[in-house]
């Protein structure tokens, strides 16, 4: 079987991939209050939930969602919003949870089960780093004269493996206090904590909107 990337192009592809997989966005910090909220099972169901958002991106790159992005970009800029909303939003409730006489974790940050898998995918799905990624990075190491689905599968194994191994390693550091969050004290600080670092995340994305 030949490989459907030439290794040249592929080698840049892992390179740029790695670099941006390590740097904190909204996604790496998700994964570390997933983690820190509800522990290692929180950390792996949102990093599938992202990573199924990635999903989605490559198979809307394939089918031409670029050239979308190009012609018409008030799409993409209003979805950029709407997760500037919903991040801020959980950001919000957390500090007021924090000021409550008995501080009880958040709604984003309750026992592991569907809600942070959707919360998961929102974040990626909206993330404006994703945007860049899929509109900016991806398109030059495509090539054309090759079939596009293959190469979007090649590039999606790469992206899979150091993403969701980033996402899991940051999402496992923040496991580590899960199990604090049974003390009342813990759980205010912890909200404020969480309650500031989503409010962080809906400040980098509107910056990047």
């Not at 390179?15 to 909204?26: K, L, N, Q």
């Not at 709604?107 to 998961?120: E, L």
């Not at 090649?154 to 899960?178: E, K």
């Not at 004290?185 to 980098?204: D, N």
């Amino acid at each position: 079987m030949i490989w459907p990337v030439a290794t040249d192009k592929y080698l840049g592809f892992l390179a740029v991939m790695a670099a941006m997989a390590i740097m904190p966005g909204p996604a790496i910090l998700f994964a570390v209050a997933a983690g820190m909220a509800r522990g290692p099972r929180g950390a792996v169901l949102a990093t599938v939930g992202m990573n199924l958002a990635a999903l989605v991106w490559f198979v809307g790159s394939a089918l031409g969602l670029v050239v979308l992005a190009s012609t018409v970009p008030w799409v993409f800029r209003l979805a950029g919003w709407i997760g500037v909303l919903y991040i801020g939003w959980l950001g919000l409730e957390a500090l007021f949870a924090a000021f409550r006489r008995e501080p009880a974790a958040p709604k984003a940050m309750k026992t592991p089960g569907v809600s942070v898998f959707r919360d998961g995918f929102l974040v990626q799905a909206t993330n404006p780093k994703a945007l860049l990624f899929f509109t900016a990075v991806l398109p030059p190491f495509v090539d054309l004269g090759r079939p596009v689905w293959p190469q979007m599968a090649a590039f999606a194994l790469g992206l899979f493996i150091l993403d969701g191994t980033a996402m899991i390693s940051y999402g496992m550091l923040g496991a580590a206090f899960a199990h604090k969050m049974g003390e009342p004290k813990f759980r205010r600080a912890f909200s404020l904590l969480v309650g500031s670092i989503l409010l962080f995340v809906a400040g980098l994305m509107l910056l990047r909107l």
